[in-house]
């Protein structure tokens, strides 16, 4: 049974600081890797899909790696701001729907 | 182009009694899954329709049900509420779903069921 943890459970940086968001997954026969965000009270927002046989992709400040053989991903963020506080999740998709993390939330401060 | 659709956004139901959300996915979108999100389970997969037919389906009691139909919009019902159906429950939609190479998935901002 896949299984998708993430650590922390809670991050608090200081703004401009670079950071990494660990994913972890139990079982590499992954069909794509999703990163979300969700605002407090809202809905997933996409910020990066990895396809199984992609190694990363990026979009402007957020880069995602994707390790299927060690069942790891990151999510790095760059120059972090306090527009990025939020909670990340990441999600596998296997079998036909997403197995989601519990998610990592992330406070920026000014 | 629009997103995710969903309605109502608030609702409060009595325990027994029955909801239907509705979700109306991004245009030429063919896939639309249905989530419950909690506190305690995080977000739990309900079911997955494509094209009108069920293609997938979570570990849910047969209370909670789904349809979809041929302009892709779909439904999901919950009959018999009990106090422990109270979450948010998130359509998403893609273009062929979840396995696909195209499977990005888009959410909506969410339906919130308060059962009392």
């Known amino acids: 049974k896949q299984e998708v943890t993430q650590i922390p459970a809670a991050l608090s940086v200081p703004e401009g600081e670079n950071l990494v968001l660990n994913c972890s997954f139990t079982?590499?026969?992954?069909?794509?890797l999703q990163w979300f965000r969700q605002d407090p009270g809202k809905g997933l927002t996409s910020l990066l899909l990895?396809?199984?046989?992609?190694r990363e992709q990026t979009s402007g400040r957020l880069n995602a790696s994707l390790d299927k053989s060690s069942g790891r991903s990151t999510l790095y963020i760059a120059a972090s701001q306090p527009g990025d506080s939020a909670t990340y999740l990441c999600?596998?998709?296997?079998?036909?729907?997403?197995?989601f993390g519990q998610g990592t939330t992330l406070q920026v401060k000014p | 182009k629009a997103g995710v659709t969903q309605t109502p956004r608030y609702l409060i139901k009595t325990r027994g009694q029955q909801v239907t959300l509705s979700c109306s996915p991004i245009?030429?979108?063919?896939?639309v899954s249905w989530y419950q999100q909690t506190p305690g389970q995080g977000l739990q997969f309900l079911f997955e329709?494509?094209?009108?037919?069920?293609?997938n389906k979570g570990n849910f009691p047969g209370r909670f049900s789904g349809r979809q139909f041929s302009n892709s919009r779909s439904e999901m019902n919950v009959s018999t509420l009990e106090l422990g159906d109270s979450a948010l429950y998130l359509c998403a939609s893609s273009l062929e779903g979840p396995g696909a190479r195209s499977g990005e998935l888009f959410f909506g901002e969410g339906s919130r069921l308060t059962v009392l």
């Open positions: 990895i396809q199984s046989s992609q």
């Open positions: 245009s030429g979108h063919r896939s």
């Open positions: 999600a596998v998709s296997n079998t036909g729907k997403l197995i």
């Open positions: 329709y494509f094209s009108e037919t069920q293609r």
């Open positions: 079982d590499s026969a992954i069909y794509n």
